[in-house]
């Protein structure tokens, strides 16, 4: 059974801090790494996904992969009171065309 | 702009009856997904299709049964609906499911 975790938090940081939510897998063979956002009440939203060959950075956000620990992170910089959600992670080993779900990070923003 | 869509946004039935929720898409996407999130359990895959006439189940799909008759549709069939289908179900549609989905807004269903 492919597992993939998230803390459920809430992560509480104050705006324009650095937000760090972790991911942990159980699958060492794991080739793809997803973040997704999803706000109270609506669908989750692709943020970004990495390969297992590196990370990424796409404005305010980062994804890194420990493959080592078998983790990943989403960084989120400059937090805004806009990016509390909960954060869902989804991993995709190399044998399955589908990814596993992670139960999601709630993350929240104060001003 | 092409976009996916679920129907109905809210329902409420009885239980054994059956319920069908649509889910159409117009970005031309062969990859089909039903999933559905619970609290503490969070999403779960259904049943999803890779193309026209290709079903497959997922790890929840007691119960449930989807068909594939065309590009744009996956309906979602409930047989014979039960207290532990309440739920809230989206839809995802992808090109290439190694680079993500894209989610419908969901549909909220009460089992009463």
């Known amino acids: 059974q492919k597992e993939v975790e998230q803390n459920s938090g809430p992560l509480s940081v104050p705006e324009g801090a650095i937000a760090s939510l972790n991911c942990t897998y159980s699958?060492?063979?794991?080739?793809?790494f997803f973040w997704y956002r999803q706000y109270s009440g609506k669908s989750p939203e692709l943020i970004m996904f990495i390969y297992s060959n590196g990370d990424k950075e796409d404005g305010r956000f980062t994804a890194q992969l420990n493959k080592a620990s078998q983790y990943v992170s989403l960084l989120i910089r400059d937090s805004q009171p806009s990016d509390s959600a909960t954060y869902l992670c989804?991993?995709?080993?190399?044998?399955?065309?589908?990814?596993?779900f992670g139960r999601g990070t709630s993350l929240i923003v104060h001003p | 702009d092409a976009e996916i869509t679920q129907s109905p946004r809210h329902k409420i039935t009885e239980t054994g009856r059956q319920v069908t929720l649509a889910c159409h898409q117009t970005?031309?996407?062969?990859?089909m997904f039903w999933y559905r999130q619970d609290l503490g359990h969070g999403l779960r895959l259904i049943h999803y299709s890779y193309g026209v006439q290709d079903t497959n189940k997922g790890e929840v799909s007691d119960g449930y049964s989807v068909s594939r008759s065309n590009t744009e549709d996956l309906p979602l069939t409930l047989e014979s609906a039960a207290s532990s289908q309440t739920s809230v179900y989206f839809c995802a549609s992808s090109e290439d499911p190694g680079n993500g989905y894209t989610f419908g807004s969901g549909t909220r269903l009460t089992v009463v």
């Open positions: 699958d060492r063979g794991s080739q793809s």
């Open positions: 970005w031309n996407h062969n990859n």
């Open positions: 989804a991993v995709r080993s190399g044998g399955s065309y589908i990814p596993t």
